[in-house]
Antibody, heavy 118, light 109 residues
Framework: EVQVVESGGGLVQPGGSLRLSCSAS????????MHWVRQAPSKGLEYVSG????????YYAESVKGRFTISRDNSKNTLHLQMSSLTTEDTAVYYC???????????WGQGRQVTVSS | EIVLTQSPGTLSLSPGERATLSCRAT???????LAWYRHKPGQAPRLLIY???SRATGIPDRFSGSGSGTDFTLTISGLEPEDFAVYYC??????????FGQGTRLEIK
């Protein structure tokens, strides 16, 4: 079964840092681009960041550029999102997403809550 | 950046009826690189349609996608109880960051 499972996140104060991880199974992780998508309370889906299969190309939404860093470890089938300088606007459920080949998202994790609050 | 606008914001229908959801882009989505997702509360979003009209694995044929250029449509024929959810379109025409529409809420009338 193709599966991605997020871990990490939680509650952090404004200005703090958090790291999300995503463990992949059931598919060849090293050949799949991966992404993070989030949903803030009562809002829609928002693209956050993406990384190519070999990790050489990374992409970020303007809202997180310079604060978030996406990375991957193909030897461990793991995706990471390092988040720093967090603000209350970053409060959301964060989803790890597998790219379906050309940019559609064919597998989603259950999501991980990140809450930024003092 | 391609902006996607979905309409209507909310659609109220009864089980068994047909739903028609629209997604309009501010510029042409060349190659029909457009996907649709269904998102139920507390669950992960699920891919329904990619390439504007191709059904994803396991998606029943009551879901169909159409359109090209800047105007795309998701049609659900014969609404089932599990179809009442929020639907999003997403474009992947340009390199990331990709963009989503703001969503259409499909509710039971």
């Amino acid at each position: 079964e193709v599966q991605v499972v997020e871990s990490g996140g939680g509650l952090v104060q404004p200005g703090g840092s958090l790291r999300l991880s995503c463990s992949a199974s059931g598919f060849t992780f090293s050949t799949s681009s991966m992404h993070w998508v989030r949903q803030a309370p009562s809002k829609g889906l928002e693209y956050v960041s993406g990384i190519s299969s070999n990790g050489r190309a990374t992409y970020y939404a303007e809202s997180v550029k310079g604060r978030f860093t996406i990375s991957r470890d193909n030897s461990k089938n793991t995706l990471h999102l390092q988040m720093s300088s967090l603000t209350t606007e970053d409060t959301a459920v964060y989803y790890c997403v597998k790219d379906g080949y050309r940019g559609w998202f064919d597998t989603w994790g259950q999501g991980r809550q990140v809450t930024v609050s003092s | 950046e391609i902006v996607l606008t979905q309409s209507p914001g909310t659609l109220s229908l009864s089980p068994g009826e047909r739903a028609t959801l629209s997604c309009r882009a501010t510029q042409s989505v060349t190659g029909n690189f457009l996907a649709w997702y269904r998102h139920k509360p507390g669950q992960a979003p699920r891919l329904l349609i990619y390439g504007a009209s191709s059904r994803a694995t396991g998606i029943p044929d009551r879901f169909s996608g159409s359109g090209s250029g800047t105007d795309f449509t998701l049609t659900i024929s014969g609404l089932e109880p599990e179809d009442f959810a929020v639907y999003y379109c997403q474009q992947y025409h340009t390199a990331p960051p990709y963009t989503f529409g703001q969503g259409t809420r499909l509710e039971i009338k």
